[in-house]
């Protein structure tokens, strides 16, 4: 049974950079993934990075200011967070996934492991 465990995350203020990373204990995860949610809103999808890498997709929010990336021999995902927001502020979930074919990459049916979640904070 894989885990995944997210560090990382913090308090910044508005206008900075923060990265966040997930480790997962082996086998090494397919499908990497990132959602986050705020208060009182619902999970949102933020990133999602296929088993190759060459597949790569954005959160309409985060478009051009996150960036995802995977270390497969360290068997870690990256999420690189640029020009931050108070919006940005949210719980930050890290998911796992089998190979996704047919699927879709910015659903939480496609995951199906999940980490206990980072905070990340945005103050103004």
């Known amino acids: 049974q894989v885990q995944v465990v997210e560090s990382g995350g913090g308090l910044v203020q508005v206008g900075a950079s923060l990265s966040v990373s997930c480790k997962a204990s082996?086998?090494?995860?397919?499908?990497w993934s990132w959602f986050r949610q705020a208060p009182g809103k619902e999970r949102e999808f933020v990133a999602a990075?296929?088993?190759?890498?060459?597949?790569?997709f954005y959160g309409d929010s985060v478009k051009g200011r996150f960036a995802i990336s995977r270390d497969d021999p360290k068997n870690t995902v990256y999420l690189q967070m640029n020009s931050l927001m108070p919006e940005d502020t949210a719980i930050y979930y890290c998911?796992?996934?089998?190979?996704?074919?047919?699927?879709?990459?910015?659903?939480?049916?496609?995951?199906?492991?999940w980490g206990q979640g980072i905070q990340v904070t945005v103050s103004s």
């Open positions: 998911a796992a996934g089998p190979i996704i074919t047919r699927g879709d990459y910015h659903s939480q049916n496609a995951y199906n492991v």
């Open positions: 082996p086998p090494t995860v397919a499908t």
């Open positions: 990075i296929s088993w190759s890498g060459g597949i790569i």
